[in-house]
């Protein structure tokens, strides 16, 4: 029974092939992609002035991205680390959907990164001559150390399963994906040796992984608060953006956590009780982020400094109030309704909410990025019309759109490579339940 | 001629009349006024000012083409071309090759001329001074003594009865060198005194610099002249141009900020390092 409930366990759990749904997907996401990747030619060949940035919103949608990317990478600390160390044994399931998140999220932070460069071809100018001193280059250093731990937490825990993939590579199809799993994992024994090794290291990545994460967000939300501007001069900042990228992060999952379940009928494994614990999370995440806006965006409105009063009721009532009130309301408000009751935190309604924080957390990081530039603290005298707004132009959005794609489509591929839930841990986990 | 012929003729004469009085009415008077500069006995120069009374106020008046001449104005005469600032300001320094015109007379006049502009017609403008130098000497117990001579023929003659002011030389404006601001000469010429600014921050070496001048004096125009003493208070000046800073270049960084940054980051890498050595071990014992 027990070694049927095992072979079950990995027939449930392996790769499988594209259906048509997927091969749909994928080519959606290809052309995306295929668009963006046309849309950077384009800004390559004519430059930044293909864009709307110009000398006031030099950062626009690039670095709003770059933003969001960041964020939503946090995930990979809170469900593979803080959930780990705190002995939640029913988030297995979720750690390899977090941390592939993580890692594609990053990868395309990084690339979004040189896209915003006018020049990408001097980007080593960074590494010979970057300041210590600048923000910028501890983010270099931060989003370098944050991939690899990512990776690396990735791949510990894979290595179970590689043994597994080998064994049943008949049903795994293609020639160079059982090659990949042998140069992957083909060491894997699952000796005792091998797992108390791999165990520990998983260890040590998950409590290294914490202070890496931490320092991310808080880098990034330094280049902008170490700048003298407009809704930027805060000092609660770093705990600002931590809390924002967790909640965007534990959305993401949540979204995966439902369209992996429905692709692949992983039903008995991501369960109601599943969607329940991270709506807790997630409805936990966003009352924390509402009490940082709140922070935010109340003290300064209370002094209402005339230098900030034209950038806040920009948002409040001005010309962004309808994206700040449309983020506040789907990054926030509405998943805290939906997710407080028991019966939002079932697949489909939490599904929604995380959707729904994902969607606003990416206007969220718009909102922090380009109000503040339009609002400097010197006015704008003899400058063209087209200085004092910013617009996306159909390069900005195809890149932007394209990078989103990008990330998805790692993880998509990431899916039809190697099983989206730990096969081996699931199957100790359930022994273990079975024999205690 | 009509009635009606007349009375249109006169309209129109009328009408002409009025719109010739009115575009004449348009320009303003230029009003130009020269100041003569002799600073430390050898450095000599005409500061011209252009102003005109428009809507009631003196307003000052850019971009007008001056013609500085000395003696008469002739082109021979011509020292040289100046356009006024935005204050309505022209300098020009005296050249050289007005050398000989300068030596004629004890007494010499500069003019200045300027163009007709749409809004201007050309204006005139001189001063006559007497030539005259100012010599600035210190004495024991930190006495301050300014000699002021004008040539009468071919002789200096000391002047009596003039305010001279003495004082020290500071970024923006004069000091002066005790209570008084300006003190006169006596029948040698010589209006002397004390300096009274103990513990004044110098230079590096403590100089500081004494001046003794004459201002827009309607005979001999503005002298002046210049003496460095070793009467203040050395100052030693900090500069964080160069240092390790958190705003300073490349590679100067603060050490405590290197030694942060560098331990973090030997830390954090010592530790992937060690994983990935980890991951070699699996390698082995999966071999083994």
Same mark, same amino acid.
């Given at each position: 029974?027990? !070694?049927?409930?095992?072979?079950?366990?990995?027939?449930?759990?392996?790769?499988?092939?594209?259906?048509?749904?997927?091969?749909?997907?994928?080519?959606?996401?290809?052309?995306?992609?295929?668009l963006?990747?046309?849309?950077?030619?384009?800004?390559?060949?004519?430059?930044?002035?293909?864009?709307?940035?110009?000398?006031?919103?030099?950062?626009?949608?690039?670095?709003?991205?770059?933003?969001?990317?960041?964020? =939503?990478?946090?995930?990979?600390?809170?469900?593979?680390?803080?959930?780990?160390?705190?002995?939640?044994?029913?988030?297995?399931?979720?750690?390899?959907?977090?941390?592939?998140?993580?890692?594609?999220?990053?990868?395309?932070?990084?690339?979004?990164i040189?896209?915003?460069?006018? *020049?990408?071809d *001097?980007?080593?100018?960074?590494?010979?001559?970057?300041?210590?001193?600048?923000?910028?280059?501890?983010?270099?250093?931060?989003?370098?150390?944050?991939?690899?731990?990512?990776?690396?937490?990735?791949?510990?825990?894979?290595?179970?399963?590689?043994?597994?993939?080998?064994?049943?590579?008949?049903?795994?199809?293609m020639?160079?994906?059982?090659?990949?799993?042998?140069?992957?994992?083909?060491?894997?024994?699952?000796?005792a040796?091998?797992?108390?090794? !791999?165990?520990?290291?998983?260890?040590?990545?998950?409590?290294?992984?914490i202070p890496?994460?931490?320092?991310?967000?808080?880098?990034?939300?330094?280049?902008?608060?170490?700048?003298?501007?407009?809704?930027?001069?805060?000092?609660?900042?770093?705990?600002?953006?931590?809390?924002?990228?967790?909640?965007v992060?534990?959305?993401?999952?949540?979204?995966?956590?439902?369209?992996?379940?429905?692709?692949?009928?992983?039903?008995?494994?991501?369960?109601?009780?599943?969607?329940?614990?991270?709506?807790?999370?997630l409805?936990?995440?966003?009352?924390?982020?509402l009490?940082?806006?709140?922070?935010?965006?109340?003290?300064?409105?209370?002094?209402?400094?005339?230098?900030?009063?034209?950038?806040?009721?920009?948002?409040?009532t001005?010309?962004?109030?309808?994206?700040?009130?449309?983020?506040?309301?789907?990054?926030?408000?509405?998943?805290?309704? =939906?997710?407080?009751?028991?019966?939002?935190?079932?697949?489909?309604?939490?599904?929604?909410?995380?959707l729904?924080?994902?969607?606003?957390?990416?206007?969220?990081?718009?909102?922090?990025?380009?109000?503040?530039?339009?609002?400097?603290?010197?006015?704008?005298?003899?400058?063209?019309e087209?200085?004092?707004?910013?617009?996306?132009?159909?390069?900005?959005?195809?890149?932007?759109?394209? !990078?989103?794609?990008?990330?998805?489509? =790692?993880?998509?591929?990431?899916?039809?490579?190697?099983?989206?839930?730990?096969?081996?841990?699931? =199957?100790?986990?359930?022994?273990?339940?079975?024999q205690? | 001629?009509?009635?009606?012929?007349?009375?249109?003729?006169?309209?129109i004469?009328?009408q002409?009349?009025?719109?010739?009085? #009115?575009?004449?009415?348009?320009?303003?008077?230029?009003?130009?006024s020269?100041?003569? #500069?002799?600073?430390?006995?050898?450095?000599?120069?005409l500061?011209?000012?252009?102003?005109?009374?428009? @809507?009631?106020?003196?307003?000052?008046?850019?971009?007008?083409?001056?013609?500085?001449?000395?003696?008469?104005?002739?082109?021979?005469?011509?020292? %040289?071309?100046?356009?006024?600032?935005?204050?309505?300001?022209?300098?020009?320094?005296?050249?050289?090759?007005?050398?000989?015109?300068?030596?004629?007379? &004890?007494?010499?006049?500069?003019?200045?001329?300027?163009?007709?502009?749409?809004?201007?017609?050309?204006?005139?403008?001189?001063?006559?001074?007497?030539?005259?130098?100012?010599?600035?000497?210190?004495?024991?117990?930190?006495?301050?003594?300014?000699?002021?001579?004008?040539?009468? @023929?071919?002789?200096?003659?000391?002047?009596?009865?003039?305010?001279?002011?003495?004082?020290?030389?500071?970024?923006?404006a004069?000091?002066?060198?005790?209570?008084?601001q300006?003190?006169?000469?006596?029948?040698?010429?010589?209006?002397? &005194?004390?300096?009274?600014?103990?513990?004044?921050?110098? @230079?590096?070496?403590?100089?500081l610099?004494l001046?003794?001048?004459i201002?827009?004096n309607?005979?001999?125009?503005?002298?002046?002249?210049?003496?460095?003493?070793?009467?203040?208070?050395?100052?030693?000046y900090?500069?964080?141009?160069?240092?390790?800073?958190? #705003?300073?270049r490349?590679?100067?960084?603060?050490?405590?900020?290197?030694l942060?940054?560098?331990?973090?980051v030997?830390?954090?890498? %010592?530790?992937?390092?060690?994983?990935? %050595?980890?991951?070699?071990?699996?390698?082995?014992? %999966?071999?083994?």
């Amino acid at each position: 029974m027990e !070694s049927l409930a095992k072979e079950q366990i990995i027939k449930d759990l392996l790769p499988q092939k594209f259906g048509k749904a997927g091969k749909i997907w994928v080519g959606i996401l290809l052309a995306f992609c295929t668009l963006g990747l046309v849309a950077y030619i384009l800004q390559l060949k004519n430059g930044l002035v293909v864009t709307a940035m110009r000398d006031y919103v030099s950062w626009g949608i690039y670095i709003s991205n770059f933003v969001f990317f960041v964020a =939503i990478s946090l995930v990979g600390s809170l469900i593979t680390a803080v959930l780990r160390l705190t002995q939640a044994k029913w988030s297995t399931p979720l750690t390899r959907i977090a941390e592939i998140i993580a890692v594609s999220a990053i990868t395309f932070a990084s690339i979004i990164i040189v896209v915003d460069m006018g *020049r990408p071809d *001097r980007f080593y100018n960074l590494f010979l001559h970057g300041r210590l001193q600048s923000p910028i280059v501890w983010d270099v250093i931060v989003i370098t150390t944050y991939f690899f731990v990512s990776i690396l937490l990735l791949y510990f825990p894979l290595l179970p399963d590689m043994a597994i993939l080998m064994k049943y590579k008949d049903q795994t199809g293609m020639l160079w994906l059982n090659k990949l799993y042998a140069y992957l994992g083909k060491f894997w024994k699952n000796t005792a040796a091998q797992i108390h090794i !791999s165990e520990k290291a998983i260890n040590i990545l998950s409590i290294t992984i914490i202070p890496v994460a931490f320092a991310i967000h808080t880098v990034t939300s330094w280049l902008f608060a170490t700048t003298y501007r407009p809704g930027w001069d805060s000092t609660n900042f770093g705990a600002y953006f931590i809390s924002g990228a967790f909640l965007v992060g534990a959305g993401a999952v949540v979204v995966a956590m439902f369209v992996f379940r429905k692709a692949y009928h992983l039903e008995n494994y991501i369960k109601e009780e599943h969607f329940d614990k991270m709506g807790k999370v997630l409805v936990l995440l966003a009352l924390l982020y509402l009490y940082f806006n709140v922070n935010e965006f109340l003290v300064p409105a209370f002094k209402m400094k005339k230098s900030e009063e034209e950038h806040l009721m920009g948002l409040f009532t001005g010309e962004f109030a309808a994206v700040f009130w449309f983020a506040i309301s789907t990054a926030m408000l509405i998943p805290i309704f =939906i997710l407080i009751q028991k019966k939002g935190r079932r697949p489909l309604p939490a599904f929604i909410a995380g959707l729904l924080v994902v969607i606003g957390s990416w206007f969220k990081r718009y909102l922090i990025v380009t109000p503040t530039l339009l609002h400097p603290f010197l006015p704008m005298h003899d400058v063209p019309e087209s200085y004092k707004h910013y617009f996306p132009t159909w390069q900005e959005w195809a890149i932007a759109m394209g !990078s989103l794609a990008g990330a998805l489509l =790692i993880i998509t591929f990431f899916a039809r490579i190697f099983p989206i839930i730990p096969i081996q841990e699931t =199957i100790t986990e359930i022994e273990e339940h079975e024999q205690a | 001629m009509n009635k009606h012929s007349k009375i249109f003729f006169t309209a129109i004469l009328l009408q002409f009349l009025a719109i010739t009085a #009115f575009s004449q009415a348009e320009k303003n008077d230029l009003s130009l006024s020269i100041s003569y #500069f002799n600073s430390n006995n050898h450095t000599q120069y005409l500061v011209a000012h252009a102003k005109s009374k428009i @809507d009631g106020k003196f307003q000052m008046i850019p971009n007008i083409n001056l013609s500085y001449y000395i003696g008469t104005e002739d082109a021979a005469n011509l020292l %040289g071309k100046a356009v006024t600032n935005d204050k309505g300001d022209a300098l020009l320094f005296i050249p050289p090759a007005a050398k000989d015109e300068w030596k004629k007379s &004890a007494k010499v006049s500069f003019i200045i001329v300027s163009e007709k502009t749409k809004d201007f017609d050309a204006a005139k403008g001189n001063v006559d001074i007497t030539k005259a130098k100012i010599q600035i000497d210190t004495l024991a117990d930190k006495k301050i003594t300014a000699t002021l001579m004008e040539l009468k @023929d071919t002789t200096w003659t000391a002047v009596k009865a003039v305010d001279v002011k003495i004082a020290i030389k500071r970024m923006d404006a004069d000091l002066n060198v005790a209570e008084t601001q300006t003190y006169p000469t006596d029948s040698l010429g010589v209006a002397s &005194a004390d300096f009274k600014r103990d513990s004044l921050p110098g @230079d590096s070496k403590g100089n500081l610099t004494l001046i003794a001048k004459i201002e827009d004096n309607d005979v001999y125009g503005n002298l002046s002249s210049e003496k460095v003493v070793p009467w203040g208070k050395p100052i030693k000046y900090y500069t964080q141009f160069d240092k390790r800073t958190l #705003f300073a270049r490349r590679g100067k960084s603060p050490l405590w900020l290197e030694l942060l940054a560098y331990s973090i980051v030997v830390a954090v890498w %010592g530790i992937l390092i060690y994983l990935v %050595g980890q991951i070699k071990k699996l390698k082995q014992l %999966g071999i083994s």
